[in-house]
């Protein structure tokens, strides 16, 4: 634990640019190599900063399950660690195999919405649960060539030269391609900016279980000095795209509207949808509950979410206008239908994945090895949380939820147990007076009572 008790103390003074002047000290975050301090003079000159308490020094500086010197590996200028809950969401059925999904996310409810909603959806597609199924795992690694002296003609060059240009690719990952894997094919466009015509040629790469953007960075880094001398252009940009739309995962149920609580209410869903189809504001939000499950299993794994979220959002947008990512229709024999496509670009191997060991446990809760099924349980639960969302919606509404756990939750803290949580909940609700303080209160109402 780190001491400190005033900012004279802080032995970091003049790296920190705190700079005595006069009577006052002026504040400075230009901090030279603040980088290559140890981790606790990071912490010194940020706890001196912001004037933390020794409470908040201690609490920053835990670390939790995870390694204080792994999270040093992970980024840069750490100086503690934070937590997050780690919850795991039951009842999913997907293809029909039995699944418990390891879910970290800060918002209450939506755990208890996607085990609600997978319940429910187990009976879908005749009792095989949601079904989901992803492509194969092809990641797009791009170079950006400007100033080709003749762009038409360098199009085609580059197309001639395309098995060349795969196989120097390829000689970047020998491991990948021995497995299967490998870049296996580009695509050339012509794109018109507004400081002149650009090649944008886009490598597409299987990257079999990898997330992938360090392999089709290194290739694109690979390929660009060749790119550059068969156009004669200037490589600019030599990147992965996030934006995978040949790595897409689908999720769908059909499901008998008895079994979600009757015709009307599936109907109301359908509703919700084609609302969501014709107002972007709603879509927006629509897409935000499906990405509340996604991104949830996404941080248990330690994915790229970022990555994630960027290129679902632009599959949302790929006609031009933002759409909802799933649609929920009655089909011909009354059975409620919902489908969800989105590009996944996630990975079991490298990465955080790899070094995060609650990622790992969680990969081992999940049962799951390969990116692949990994999409595809992401997909389905994507489509679940989208469901439990919609439902309630056209029924009694979020809020009833969010009381209701809310009121269960301050039962279980005043020490209720078994049946007396749900007791006291509805009846906080049902009185309108969600507190610990009227938890405490009815439950030594009802231990007194108990005990006559
Ligand atoms: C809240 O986190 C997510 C919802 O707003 C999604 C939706 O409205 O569909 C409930």
New binding site residues.
């Given amino acids: 634990m780190i001491k400190l008790n005033s900012y004279l103390e802080a032995p970091s003074l003049l790296i920190l640019g705190l700079k005595m002047s006069q009577q006052h000290l002026e504040k400075s975050s230009r901090i030279s190599g603040f980088y290559k301090l140890p981790l606790e003079e990071r912490l010194k000159i940020v706890a001196a900063w912001a004037n933390l308490t020794e409470e908040e020094i201690k609490l920053l500086s835990n670390f939790g399950n995870l390694d204080r010197k792994l999270a040093e590996s992970m980024i840069e200028n750490v100086i503690g660690a934070m937590s997050y809950p780690f919850a795991v969401a039951v009842n999913f059925r997907i293809n029909a195999k039995d699944y418990l999904v390891p879910m970290v996310i800060e918002?209450p409810s939506?755990v208890a919405a996607a085990s609600n909603a997978a319940r429910m959806l187990r009976e879908a597609n005749n009792g095989d649960g949601i079904r989901a199924d992803a492509s194969k795992q092809i990641m797009i690694g791009q170079v950006h060539l400007m100033k080709v002296p003749s762009p038409r003609t360098a199009v085609f060059e580059i197309l001639r030269r395309k098995e060349e240009i795969l196989d120097l690719a390829n000689s970047t990952n020998e491991t990948l391609v021995k497995l299967g894997g490998g870049a296996k094919d580009l695509e050339v466009r012509l794109i018109e900016t507004r400081r002149g015509p650009c090649i944008a040629v886009n490598l597409l790469v299987d990257v079999i279980d990898a997330m992938g953007a360090n392999t089709v960075d290194t290739m694109a880094e690979a390929v660009a000095p060749y790119l550059e001398k068969i156009t004669g252009g200037e490589a600019r940009l030599r990147i992965v795209s996030n934006y995978a739309i040949y790595r897409l995962a689908r999720a769908w149920v059909r499901i008998d509207p008895e079994h979600i609580g009757g015709k009307e209410i599936a109907e109301k869903i359908a509703d919700a949808s084609a609302i969501a189809e014709a107002d972007v504001f709603r879509a927006v939000?629509?897409n935000?509950?499906i990405m509340?499950g996604i991104i949830a299993v996404a941080l248990a794994t330690a994915q790229d979410h970022r990555a994630i979220e960027a290129g679902a959002h632009a599959y949302a947008s790929r006609n031009g206008v933002y759409k909802p990512l799933s649609i929920w229709d009655i089909d011909s024999q009354g059975y409620l239908v919902g489908v969800l496509e989105l590009p996944l670009q996630v990975g079991t191997v490298g990465g955080a994945v790899k070094t995060h060991p609650i990622a790992q446990i969680a990969l081992k809760i999940l049962g799951v090895k390969t990116a692949k099924e990994l999409a595809e349980v992401m997909a389905a639960v994507g489509l679940a949380q989208?469901f439990a969302?919609?439902r309630?919606?056209v029924t009694t509404g979020?809020q009833a939820g969010h009381m209701k756990l809310h009121a269960r939750n301050l039962a279980i803290a005043a020490g209720a147990q078994g049946e007396l949580i749900d007791i006291i909940a509805e009846e906080m609700i049902k009185e309108g007076k969600i507190s610990y303080g009227k938890a405490v209160e009815l439950l030594k109402k009802y231990q007194k009572e108990i005990a006559k």
């Fill in positions: 918002e939506v939000t629509h935000k509950g509340n989208n969302a919609l309630a919606l979020i």
